[in-house]
């Protein structure tokens, strides 16, 4: 036996490296998180202590489990389902259960993968772990790995497995919400599956539905369900088409609809996953003479804060903050402004909502690629460096909208 204090100093050691590296992982270090991971999976000296304190660190994401038979789509589904959530503005942690040998896992994995267009993006970040030949079993690793993603502050884990045997029962009961994804050509795998996957799971996804033969998988899968069901138990089936991402907004849908329905991962945060941590910045209001205005909000007992020029914008401004919120009172100090040619147009007014979002670029991206009138042609960088787009009021109904980056951008 080793002495008593031999192993409080291992212990002291271990601990303070955990407290060091969770400091690094709550910052946002992708190689911390990297090397996180990979302490965590060898399972070596630390390891435990490691996961303690991320446990302790009290962030948890929405895990979401993804699997099905091999070839079903599922790596282009995640890939998706990944891609939707940064359009959200949220970050996530990607894991991606490698079925082959430890010892070939590497060359396989490009191929089981199919995850491209995320890089130079750190908001993903994409772990695969081998299932054969675990100490302790495939669901405690993968359970540990998500514990240090969402202690990095990965709000939405995907978790990709193979197949339909015990492990993958056992992983995706890891998961939050446990998405099956069928396709149409399986023959009578989908009734083999039964015994297996098919109650684990919380969401069905017919896929391939560009493919003959999904609609009658569709209502294959729904008639399965015991005639007995509610309208209230039904698992959701959603058809997709992960090629081209068709489905894939119904599908996270349905994920957010089970996972909130069930308060499972954080419940509470799950308002979140569909708002993207959006909260108010601050109402711009356009005003002749903030010394005029300002009177009124002063009486209300808010208090006004310095008031500044913004040279380049012709502006002055004063913010009055409100809540986590403020008022930002706008003043042109020329008539050819933006402000002030709103004004001699319109006349005072609510000028612009700024909504602040965790993504600013994802949701530019996304914006985009959704055909909204935006009114910046790309993000630009502001006074003191925050990171903004303009959104035309031709797509908001009618009112200018900004869109701030949040915090850490
Ligand atoms: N036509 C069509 N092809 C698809 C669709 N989804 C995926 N595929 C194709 O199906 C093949 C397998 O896709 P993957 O995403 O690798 O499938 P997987 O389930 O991850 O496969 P394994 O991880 O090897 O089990 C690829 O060639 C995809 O391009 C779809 O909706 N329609
Ligand atoms: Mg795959």
Redesign the pocket.
Same mark, same amino acid.
């Given at each position: 036996m080793r002495c008593g204090w031999g192993r409080d100093i291992i212990a002291d050691v271990n601990g303070n490296t955990s407290e060091r590296m969770l400091a690094r992982l709550r910052a946002g270090e992708t190689r911390a998180l990297a090397r996180a991971i990979s302490l965590v999976e060898d399972g070596g000296a630390g390891s435990a202590e490691l996961v303690a304190a991320c446990r302790l660190s009290g962030r948890r994401g929405l895990r979401i489990g993804v699997t099905?038979?091999?070839?079903?789509?599922?790596?282009?589904?995640?890939?998706q389902m990944a891609r939707w959530v940064r359009g959200q503005g949220q970050t996530v942690g990607v894991i991606a259960v490698d079925p082959s040998s430890p010892y070939t896992g590497g060359a396989l994995l490009g191929? =089981?993968i =199919?995850m491209q267009g995320f890089e130079g993006d750190a908001g993903v970040y994409i772990r695969s772990m081998a299932s054969r030949g675990r100490m302790g079993g495939l669901a405690r690793g993968v359970e540990e790995v998500c514990t240090v993603m969402e202690a990095a502050g990965r709000q939405t884990i995907l978790i990709?497995t193979?197949g339909v045997g015990q492990d993958e029962v056992d992983v995706v009961a890891v998961a939050d919400v446990t998405v099956l994804?069928l396709v149409p050509g399986m023959g009578d795998e989908v009734q083999s599956m039964k015994a297996g996957v098919m109650e684990v799971a919380d969401v069905f996804v017919v896929?391939?539905?560009? =493919?003959e033969g999904a609609e009658r998988l569709e209502a294959e899968v729904r008639a399965m369900q015991g005639l007995g069901a509610s309208e209230a138990d039904s698992v959701p089936v959603v058809r997709?088409?992960?090629?081209?991402g068709e489905g894939v907004g119904e599908l996270m849908g349905s994920v957010l609809e089970v996972a909130a329905r069930e308060q499972k991962g954080v419940g509470r945060e799950l308002r979140g996953l569909a708002e993207a941590g959006l909260r108010l910045d601050h109402l711009g209001v356009a005003v002749r003479s903030i010394a005029a205005a300002r009177g009124f909000y002063e009486l209300l007992g808010m208090s006004v804060g310095a008031e500044e020029t913004v040279e380049h914008e012709q502006v002055r401004t004063a913010m009055l903050p409100l809540g986590e919120s403020r008022i930002e009172l706008l003043e042109a100090t020329a008539e050819d402004s933006v402000i002030g040619r709103f004004v001699a147009k319109r006349g005072e007014g609510l000028h612009h909502i700024a909504v602040k979002v965790d993504g600013v670029d994802a949701m530019f991206e996304r914006l985009k690629g959704e055909g909204v009138r935006l009114a910046s042609d790309a993000v630009r960088v502001g006074a003191g460096g925050h990171r903004y787009f303009f959104v035309h009021p031709a797509s908001t109904g009618g009112v200018l909208v900004e869109i701030v980056g949040g915090g850490s951008e």
């Open positions: 099905g038979p091999p070839g079903a789509g599922k790596s282009t589904l995640v890939d191929d =089981r =199919r990709e193979v994804v896929n391939k539905g560009d =493919r997709t088409v992960a090629t081209t």
